[in-house]
T-cell receptor
């Protein structure tokens, strides 16, 4: 089954404690991306990757890091989490092509920073 | 820069009634347009997409959307809603349609009255 898998689904952590949210896709997609969803703000892109070792900032990259060492994985790293990073996070993947491609989303990770 | 406006934060519809969710976009070239649905506690599921061709596109779950270039709109419609349609709906515009460049609206929360 084609899917994007995020772990963990829920996470509560303390300010300043480094954490990683993993994202893996099994569709051999080149594009992967991270979004955060906040009430009244919709989804905002944090970082995206167009291929292995190619990443770029989205609209709200401050406080986040990413890496793309393998095609299937695109972890999101919070080196020093702060309460304003409490949010619902989504990973997405898609494959570029001549026609419109669909972005597949993971189930989301609800992060609370206290 | 591309942008999406969903004017209605909340919409309440009686079960069996028709539905129209509004979406206006701003984009310099021909846009890729999407509607996604997010059920409570779930990830995002693609309802339908438009790039070119017939301006009326059919999606899953009985939804359709009409692209109107003159109005920069891509409104989502359903002739008869079911209680299971209660969810958050997001309109999105993208340059390439992939995970790298989607801009989302802030969402419309659909409530179904019995």
């Amino acid at each position: 089954e084609a899917q994007v898998t995020q772990n963990p689904r829920y996470l509560i952590t303390v300010t300043g404690k480094k954490l990683t949210v993993t994202c893996s896709q099994n569709m051999n997609h080149e594009y992967m991306s991270w979004y955060r969803q906040d009430p009244g703000l919709g989804l905002r892109q944090i970082y995206y990757s167009m291929n292995v070792e190619v990443t770029d900032k989205g609209d709200v990259p401050e406080g986040y890091k990413v890496s793309r060492k393998e095609k299937r994985n695109f972890p999101l790293i919070l080196e020093s989490p702060s309460p304003n990073q409490t949010s619902l996070y989504f990973c997405a993947s898609s494959q570029p092509g001549d026609r419109v491609t669909e972005a597949f989303f993971g189930q989301g990770t609800r992060l609370t920073v206290v | 820069a591309q942008s999406v406006t969903q004017p209605d934060i909340h919409i309440t519809v009686s079960e069996g009634a028709s539905l129209e969710l509004r979406c206006n976009y701003s984009y310099g070239a021909t846009p890729y347009l999407f509607w996604y649905v997010q059920s409570p506690g779930q990830g995002l599921q693609l309802l339908l997409k438009y790039f070119s061709g017939d301006t009326l596109v059919q999606g899953i779950k009985g939804f359709e959307a009409e692209f109107k270039r003159s109005q920069s709109s891509f409104n989502l419609r359903k002739p008869s809603v079911h209680w299971s349609d209660a969810a958050e709906y997001f309109c999105a515009v993208g340059a390439g349609g992939g995970a790298d460049g989607l801009t989302f609206g802030k969402g419309t929360h659909l409530i179904i009255q019995p």
